[in-house]
């Protein structure tokens, strides 16, 4: 049961350009979700935030959107570049009586940025 | 340097040996998560630990697996019989306790089951 997916396995886009992951849901619990970049032999790396109570938050060149009556979100980075080239996951977290933070992540969507 | 860190970086291990892995978490984090990735995949969810409670265990965690953290600081993921299924990175993260904290995970230990 996946709760949190990434259908887009791969995304390339040219320097400069704006890049879009996306990242649906299944759980309504879920109040708080996240964005996490990750480089080969490396551990997850945060990026950005978002709570539920919330549409939209910016920080820099990310801006993560969320659309909760579609149970979707995106991290749109403008503009990219080459070093954004990563694995990026969405992740979520639930409200809850035992209130433990776990997330759930999606897959994971490769990005590549070309010069 | 301040952020998680994770001992050994790589493992590997015949199938049926026992391993065990340290997690440091940042030095004020009460908060202690162990996840696990397999490749393709994004990480799953193992144990979390608050101070040297263990609170919550996955059914991803069978009788193989025991997670300790002692005094609430460090923590060990010990893997007893190991099998190749339990080839993957193991991932440490820390966090503060309270809602919508942000949880930074450590460099991870990659385990190779032979």
């Known amino acids: 049961d996946q709760q949190v997916k990434q259908n887009s396995p791969s995304l390339s886009v040219q320097e400069g350009r704006i890049s879009i992951l996306n990242c649906d849901y299944t759980n309504s619990m879920f109040d708080y979700f996240l964005w996490y970049k990750k480089y080969p032999a490396e551990g997850p790396t945060f990026l950005i935030s978002?709570?539920?109570?919330?549409d939209k938050n910016e920080d820099g060149r990310f801006t993560v959107f969320l659309n909760k009556s579609a149970k979707h979100l995106s991290l749109h980075i403008v503009p990219s570049q080459p070093g954004d080239s990563a694995v990026y996951f969405c992740?979520?977290?639930?409200?809850?009586?035992?209130?433990?933070?776990?997330?759930?992540f999606g897959q994971g969507t490769t990005l590549q940025v070309k010069p | 340097d301040t952020g998680v860190s994770q001992d050994p970086r790589h493992k590997i291990t015949k199938r049926g040996q026992n391993v065990t892995f340290r997690c440091d978490p940042i030095s004020e984090h009460n908060r202690l998560y162990w996840y696990r990735q397999t490749l393709g995949q994004g990480p799953e969810f193992l144990t979390y630990?608050?101070?040297?409670?263990?609170?919550?265990k996955s059914r991803l965690l069978s009788d193989r697996f025991s997670a300790e953290r002692p005094k609430g600081s460090f923590s060990t993921l010990e893997i007893q019989r190991t099998e190749q299924g339990d080839s993957a990175m193991y991932l440490c993260?820390?966090?503060?306790?309270?809602?919508?904290?942000?949880?930074?995970f450590g460099p991870g230990t990659r385990l190779t089951v032979l």
């Open positions: 992740a979520a977290s639930a409200r809850g009586s035992s209130n433990t933070g776990k997330l759930i």
């Open positions: 978002i709570s539920s109570i919330k």
């Open positions: 993260a820390s966090s503060l306790v309270g809602v919508r904290m942000v949880q930074f």
């Open positions: 630990f608050q101070n040297e409670a263990q609170l919550e």
